[in-house]
């Protein structure tokens, strides 16, 4: 119920520039879509992956490439650009467009999906590359919590104009929205409602902390109600050129009707993937954002849930499998990829629930529904401006996750406050710039769309700028915060935590691999080597964490042996 908030919440952003304009279906169609193959990415993580309890889900990271993408000549939406002249009540087919809705209007938005599911597959498997050759733990070395920071800051930063929009429908319903999940989340958030738990040994009064565990979701709910009253009442203008027509409950209801009770999704439901390197690129700077996040959810994960801290193969692993579910998701064409959800991450550490099978029967149940029209179909009843008003929180959110990283770094230090500033400030101000201009010319028009996509992404740009400033600039570990955020990143007592091999070994297969001596070398394996003569088997988790964070540093050993 968590995750489920924050994937639909994706699709639902992206009917726009897909061009979806009111084809209902079709956007009920990609939400199912959506939560099938998080529900699929779930259980591979859970079970082949990294093996933790951790949810899988859309992700912002990938919205901000495909906005770029889609801000390019060729895949502007003419029916926008209709309403943009000729204003709501334009008739589309007296202009010699498709009627929405129609086999000629799916196949305009089909080609857009088409696009980006090209662009996901290629660009996630660079990240399968990284998780299969190991080349994340040497990568640690380089990324610390001032890398960090500018990308999932501009991430936050830069899907505002998205939720102003929404909101724009009817400001009142926003702001009321904003208002239930700021109560919801940080006034009421630890009041315990009553609730009875039965387990084997019978039934007993137990307290749930029901507003801090779903307040997004029971905001979108009780948002969704109170028009539903406006809309019955006649409070909110039945006219569609009105200002709070689209806080109407009723403008969607047709979907309900006309979706399928059973809708499969597979791979290429929407014809063949196209490629293009303009869309590759642009897409690669958000799986490499969603992979250095995910880095981070592993270690929080295991934190939370009682787990000794993932090993190097554990790491790998995980990076690897969330590129082949990104593929997976390509394939399926959700319009977007799928990473590790910080929001689930956080229930764990709320109930106290850390079980990798109740993980593992969320993504069986999520893949069920996927599969259910009417049920994806009843998240278009959801108004825009309540939409907007949970986006407004989400992204804010987003943007104070990236400024949360300045915990760990020396904010007297003049030269980390050069690296934090820079980087955002003219992350932003060029992407904003290369949007509104056409002031790339290279003379070839590849190269000008392609950078054209990556410096209107402002996540791109703000990180390569951190990146290469926190790493020339000559500062200490300590000062950088480096040191910090490895501490907070590992936490917990190892003497109290159970046996790595225990958490982590792949089920059913982990005696064979023992036994092949060749398998000792590849990264993603249980016997991984991290030194001569050692193995991921053979030492204790924090040596092998020190040689991680550390990659060739020779001083760094293990604490103990075990």
């Given at each position: ?459 791109f740009v703000g990180g390569v700028i951190g990146f290469i400033l926190d790493n020339t600039i000559p500062g200490t570990d300590e000062e950088r915060g480096i040191k910090k955020w490895r501490e907070a990143l590992v936490g917990g007592d190892e003497d109290s935590l159970p046996s790595e091999q225990e958490v982590y070994d792949l089920p059913l297969v982990s005696k064979y691999i023992r036994r092949l001596w060749c398998l000792r070398y590849l990264p993603i394996s249980p016997t991984f080597i991290i030194k001569e003569g050692r193995s991921t088997g053979d030492h204790d988790t924090q040596g ?19």
């Open positions: 119920m968590t995750a489920v908030s924050g994937i639909i919440a994706i699709p639902l952003m992206l009917r726009d520039p897909f061009c979806m304009d009111d084809d209902d279906v079709g956007v009920s169609e990609l939400i199912g879509t959506i939560l099938f193959v998080s529900g699929l990415a779930t259980l591979l993580q859970s079970t082949l992956g990294v093996r933790l309890p951790i949810v899988q889900g859309s992700t912002i990271t990938f919205v901000v490439p495909t906005l770029a993408i889609l801000a390019q000549p060729q895949w502007k939406c003419p029916y926008a650009a209709a309403r943009e002249e000729f204003g709501v009540s334009v008739n589309f087919t007296s202009m010699g467009l498709p009627a929405v809705g129609s086999e000629g209007h799916r196949e305009i938005w089909k080609k857009r999906i088409r696009e980006i599911q090209g662009a996901i597959i290629v660009a996630s498997l660079f990240q399968v590359v990284i998780g299969l050759s190991g080349i994340m733990t040497f990568a640690l070395k380089f990324i610390g919590p001032l890398t960090i920071l500018p990308i999932i800051t501009l991430t936050g930063i830069s899907l505002y104009p998205v939720g102003s929009s929404m909101s724009s429908g009817q400001w009142w319903i926003a702001i009321m929205t904003m208002f239930l999940v700021t109560l919801f989340s940080q006034y009421i958030n630890n009041l315990r409602i009553p609730t009875v738990s039965c387990t084997n040994g019978g039934c007993r009064r137990s307290h749930l902390k029901l507003f801090g565990l779903f307040p997004i979701l029971l905001a979108m709910i009780i948002g969704t109600l109170i028009c539903a009253v406006l809309t019955v009442t006649d409070v909110l203008p039945s006219n569609i050129g009105e200002w709070g027509y689209l806080a109407r409950t009723d403008t969607s209801l047709n979907v309900l009707r006309k979706a399928k009770w059973v809708k499969f999704p597979y791979p290429g439901q929407w014809g063949t993937p196209t490629v293009s390197a303009v869309g590759v690129f642009g897409m690669l700077s958000g799986v490499l954002a969603a992979m250095i996040e995910s880095v981070g959810d592993y270690f929080a994960c295991a934190r939370l849930s009682g787990a000794p801290p993932p090993p190097l193969h554990a790491i790998n692993r995980g990076v690897f499998m969330e590129g082949v579910c990104c593929v997976f998701t390509g394939a399926w064409g959700s319009g977007n990829g799928t990473t590790s959800f910080s929001e689930n991450i956080g229930v764990i550490g709320l109930t106290k629930v850390g079980s990798r099978r109740v993980v593992q029967v969320g993504g069986l149940m999520m893949l069920v529904l996927g599969c259910f029209g009417k049920f994806a179909a009843l998240f278009l009843i959801i108004p825009q401006p309540v939409l907007g008003g949970t986006f407004m929180i989400t992204f804010a959110m987003v943007t104070a996750v990236g400024l949360s990283n300045m915990q760990y770094i020396d904010l007297n230090s003049s030269r980390n406050l050069f690296v934090v500033g820079v980087p955002i400030f003219f992350g932003l101000s060029l992407s904003q710039w290369v949007k509104s201009n056409d002031a790339i010319h290279t003379g070839n028009e590849t190269i000008d769309q392609l950078l054209t996509v990556l410096f209107s992404t402002g996540m092998e964490l020190n040689i991680a964070f550390d990659a060739i540093d020779t001083k760094a050993t293990p604490s103990h042996e075990s």
